[in-house]
């Protein structure tokens, strides 16, 4: 038997940005034919590292290494429209 009844929908909770975090920012292709993607990391209130990878499992693995050495967080930024995801937390 299915329970049909109806139930409150919360809304997700809104990511709020803190210093230190590790940012993995994506940049996407510009046009089709400029290249991959690029993943950027980022520490929040510091600015870029000058890291930037074309996968995203290598940008998160070094995020982790930087997370869990400065126990804060690993955030993905996909776009300014786009909330950002806590992937990890160290904190």
């Not at 950027?40 to 070094?62: K, M, N, T």
């Amino acid at each position: 038997m299915v329970d049909n009844s109806a139930r409150p929908v919360r809304p997700p909770r809104r990511v709020l940005l803190e210093d230190g975090d590790i940012l993995i920012v994506h940049r996407p292709r510009v046009a089709p034919d400029s290249g991959s993607p690029t993943y950027e990391l980022r520490i929040r209130g510091y600015g870029p590292l000058g890291e930037q990878f074309a996968r995203s499992e290598h940008a998160l693995a070094r995020a982790d290494q930087l997370a869990r050495e400065r126990r804060s967080r690993v955030v993905y930024v996909e776009g300014p429209e786009v909330d950002p995801d806590v992937l990890i937390s160290y904190r």
